[in-house]
């Protein structure tokens, strides 16, 4: 367990934290456009000044801001962001995108800004990234070798136990730089928890320490336990949590699961909770991303055809016959087409078995295919699948229908993942979840990834793709 600081330290801490994270940004954006200025131009700015040097100062200024603008736009600056280097990289790399897109407009409207040349913006860009991701890396590394960063963390309390809450506190105590901490557990009105608590935790002896605990500061967030209870219990929690400031959340009873989607709306007045629509749902949504995987197939297929017939080559060398093959998978709303990829296996991998999953040492696989699908090589022929409207760049990968036959009726929201298009690669993929890996934790994977859609995370995954090999199979 972390240090644990008094209030009034700890909100000092914080915004001290904060702000080193700020200026830190700050610096990083100046010395980025620097960097990006004299790759570009052969020039350092400074010498004697005059107004093209005033020009170039004004350059760096203003793209600087807007990049921290950016940031903050991105949610760059809170705790859940700085205690987590992956949410880190995420928010870096959306603002480096957007700080692409927008500088170039905003020099054709202010006339104090000329025009700025297209590989500075390119280069400044790349620098952003890479430097302020950096700075940002090292500071909170400092920050939590010093139990410094730990300020920032929000302290919950869980009010009546069960076993939603226990699998939640298992794994903020699990995570080291979760940015929760548990205060502890709380039993409710009437002192008789539903559950047996955990005694891993602080447990109070009565409902009524939870007004002491509020009073000296020590817990910004009250969860109350998914079981059955009246509405005047928990109008009584609710107004204890007002009285302190304190933010008040509670496990759904009814809701096996919460999407992003899940509002609050009102109906004639009344308020009614439900899931919304998911990003890929809107039109526009859904034809940005057709647009983007139609441009993004036809530059694969130019681009890694040569990569295609290599290996297609090396495949037939190693194991003769047809080194591609078609595949039936299950597509979106569980329509079945044939996907297409690089053979991988020997002829006759389902002869003795039949369908079954691939697995990290497949006796089946070829010594090229080992290789192949250690680096996603024998999914590039899927770009013609992508071309024709059948998957999707990113999305949930496609499966067998001969394997997941029974899973819509055994494995809770497995058939959920059919609503959009499947993807050559994906959230799931990217995180080391593919071939013989838990479902359950795949389809964690891909119904964030519905959730949370946006181009800015198509292109994190692209990356990624490239990146990593973990997973596997």
């Given at each position: ?259 992003t989607g899940l509002q609050v709306t009102t109906i004639s007045g009344i308020p009614v909770l439900g899931i919304t629509e998911l990003p890929l749902e809107k039109p526009l949504f859904s034809s940005i991303k057709r647009l983007f995987d139609l441009v993004g197939s036809l530059i694969g297929l130019v681009l890694f055809a040569p990569v295609i017939l290599f290996f297609c080559i090396l495949v037939v060398i190693e194991s003769p016959g047809l080194p591609i093959y ?148």
């Amino acid at each position: 367990m972390s240090i644990w600081f008094k209030k009034e330290v700890k909100d000092s801490l914080a915004n001290h934290c904060i702000l080193m994270f700020s200026g830190a940004d700050a610096l990083s954006a100046v010395a980025a456009l620097t960097t990006a200025h004299l790759i570009r131009f052969k020039v350092i700015p400074g010498g004697i000044l005059n107004h093209s040097h005033l020009i170039t100062y004004l350059m760096i200024v203003s793209g600087s801001l807007l990049f921290l603008i950016n940031l903050t736009l991105f949610n760059g600056y809170s705790p859940h962001t700085l205690m987590r280097l992956k949410r880190n990289y995420l928010v870096v790399f959306k603002s480096s995108l957007l700080w692409l897109l927008i500088l170039p407009s905003i020099t054709l409207f202010i006339e104090v800004l000329p025009s700025v040349s297209r590989g500075f913006i390119l280069i400044a860009s790349f620098l952003l990234f890479i430097m302020v991701l950096g700075a940002r890396f090292v500071l909170l590394i400092i920050l939590r070798e010093l139990q410094v960063i730990t300020a920032l963390r929000q302290r919950i309390l869980f009010i009546d136990w069960s076993p939603k809450t226990e699998l939640l506190a298992e794994k903020i105590f699990t995570d080291r730089y979760h940015p929760y901490e548990i205060a502890g557990i709380a039993p409710p009105p009437g002192d008789h928890f539903s559950h047996p608590p955990s005694m891993q935790y602080p447990v109070l002896g009565s409902h009524k320490e939870i007004d002491h605990l509020f009073k000296q500061g020590l817990v910004q967030i009250a969860i109350l336990a998914d079981v059955d209870r009246n509405q005047k219990t928990i109008a009584s929690i609710i107004s204890l949590c007002e009285r302190h400031l304190i933010t008040f959340m509670m496990i759904p009873l009814n809701f096996q699961i919460l999407l992003t989607g899940l509002q609050v709306t009102t109906i004639s007045g009344i308020p009614v909770l439900g899931i919304t629509e998911l990003p890929l749902e809107k039109p526009l949504f859904s034809s940005i991303k057709r647009l983007f995987d139609l441009v993004g197939s036809l530059i694969g297929l130019v681009l890694f055809a040569p990569v295609i017939l290599f290996f297609c080559i090396l495949v037939v060398i190693e194991s003769p016959g047809l080194p591609i093959y078609a595949q039936v998978r299950s597509g979106k709303n569980g329509k079945l087409f044939k996907i297409i990829k690089i053979r991988s296996m020997r002829l006759d991998a389902e002869k003795e078995r039949g369908a079954q999953w691939a697995t990290s040492q497949d006796p089946r696989r070829l010594r090229i295919g080992a290789f192949m699908r250690r680096w996603n090589i024998d999914e590039l022929p899927q770009f013609w699948n992508v071309f024709k409207g059948e998957m999707s760049l990113v999305g949930p990968r496609p499966e067998r229908p001969e394997l997941i036959v029974n899973f819509k009726e055994t494995i809770n929201h497995y058939n959920a993942r059919h609503n959009i298009t499947p993807g050559m690669t994906g959230w799931a993929a990217v995180n080391g979840l593919r071939g013989d890996t838990d479902l359950q934790e795949r389809i964690r994977y891909d119904l964030y990834y519905m959730e949370n859609w946006s181009i800015a995370l198509d292109l994190q995954i692209i990356l990624m793709t490239f990146m990593s090999w973990k997973g596997a199979a």
